[in-house]
């Protein structure tokens, strides 16, 4: 087996291979290292075959559906996940096959109701379901504490003890354990009775996740996170310097239209000067009204220089070509000491 384990803060991915085929699996990728897994893939004459969501994860931006559509290869995950664009749905028993290599498929509801563990000759990729020291927690969408003691007492740790363990979170720098490790020294797994179990995971005072929402939206429905969109946006359309805008505004330029995009108490309170005001939310039911000329140099600004992205994106998609946004929005503006203007729209 070819194997590399990339860890991302606190989240753990892998790159899992056949060393005859070269035949490759991605479990659990993070969206901030596609262009590591494509690296160490290309160092280690791997082709990635399949895509591995062990479960639909609520504390980060998996890369699945991204790499899925760069690649042109499937997404994994079990058959009762959420997400409408997993292309091979796997149930509990069955194997991803990787040249001579086969991933074992574990059903092990209870971080998730489509949770899944992989075992793979001498080891086991154990996603939320069994952590270094802890285990998944249960009190997120589809958390169930009961189905996660079943999994852990009925199915886990029952295997060789011998076999390793790599979650898909460690947060104190520990690379793997193993099944034998975890059953005499993890604290949780010290509690063998179902009802104390249950109701020791109930009692667990958690953060949430920082990003659960958003990462709930995009890893269940195959959406795009706002930082997808923001780069998007910063790949089609070009950026004008603080310094060049402030000498355009100072020489008079009247050919450049300055579009402020902010809302109306934030463009009243300061704005530069000539700048008219479309709030982005408006943009598209205005525009033809507020900017009929489709050949006028536009230049979007809003308050940090992300809201102004989107806004110039969207006017080249509908036809302004010479649209471009400020880098650095108005926050930028005013801490580089630019004059601005108080007061209404002109």
Sequence with gaps: MIFEQVATGGCQSYLVGCADTCAAALIDPEVSQINRY?????????????????????????????????????????RTSPSPLVDMRVDDGEMVALGKLRLRVLHTPG???????????????????????????????????????????????????????YPAHDYKGRSHSTIGDELRDNPRLQVREREAFVAMMRSLDLGMPTHITEALRTNMSGGKTVSEMLAEAAASVPFMS??????????????????DVRERDAYEQGHIEGARLLPRGQLELR????????????????????????????????????????????????????????????
């Design 242 to 259: 603080l310094e060049e805008l402030n000498s355009r505004v100072t020489a008079g330029d009247t050919e450049l239209i300055i579009l």
């Design 38 to 78: 494509l690296a160490l893939a290309a160092r280690e004459g791997l082709r990635i075959r399949f895509l591995i969501d062990t479960h639909t994860h609520a504390d980060h931006f998996s890369a699945t559906r991204r790499l899925s559509q760069q690649l042109g290869v499937p997404t994994v995950m079990h």
């Design 287 to 346: 525009v033809n009204e507020e900017l009929p000329d489709p050949t006028r140099r536009i230049l979007a600004c809003c308050e940090f220089g992300r809201i102004s992205t989107l806004a110039a994106a969207t006017l080249q998609q509908m036809g302004f070509q010479r649209s471009v946004a400020l880098d650095g929005g108005m926050k930028a503006w005013r801490e580089a000491g630019y004059a601005v203007r108080t007061g209404k729209s002109p």
């Design 111 to 165: 971080h998730t109701g489509d949770s899944m563990c992989l075992v793979a000759e001498d080891r086991v990729f154990t996603g939320d379901t069994l952590l270094i020291g802890a285990t998944g927690r249960t009190d997120l969408p589809g958390g169930d504490p009961q189905a996660l003691f079943d999994s852990l007492f009925q199915r886990v740790l029952k295997l060789d003890p011998a076999l390793r363990v």
